[in-house]
Nanobody, 121 residues
């Protein structure tokens, strides 16, 4: 059974930092791209950052460039999102996803259940 489990969310003040983790299991994810999405209340889910299987190619949304960093663990089945200089508009449920086909996973790829990040002003 494929599982992606996110952790590390929580409540933080504006300007603070959080590090999200996602652990994938149930298959070999070493050749999978992995990504972080977020969905704020009343908004569509959007990609935040993504990283290819080797870690040599990354994507970051313009809204988080210079503040968020995506990385993979040595075992390649874990992905992290270091979030610095957090803003209230970063408040959302953050989801981890993995794809064997594309850098940005689609709705039919593997997804986690999400972790809440709340940034207070």
């Amino acid at each position: 059974q494929v599982q992606l489990v996110e952790s590390g969310g929580g409540l933080v003040q504006a300007g603070g930092s959080l590090k999200l983790s996602c652990a994938a299991s149930g298959r070999t994810f070493s050749r999978y791209a992995m990504a972080w999405f977020r969905q704020a209340p009343g908004k569509e889910r959007e990609p935040v950052a993504a990283i290819n299987w080797s870690g040599t190619s990354t994507y970051s949304d313009d809204s988080v460039k210079g503040r968020f960093t995506i990385s993979r663990g040595d075992a390649k089945n874990t992905v992290y999102l270091q979030m610095n200089s957090l803003k209230p508009e970063d408040t959302a449920v953050y989801y981890c996803a993995a794809s064997s086909e594309t850098l940005i996973p689609g709705p039919n790829d593997d997804w986690g259940q999400g972790t809440q990040v709340t940034v207070s002003s």
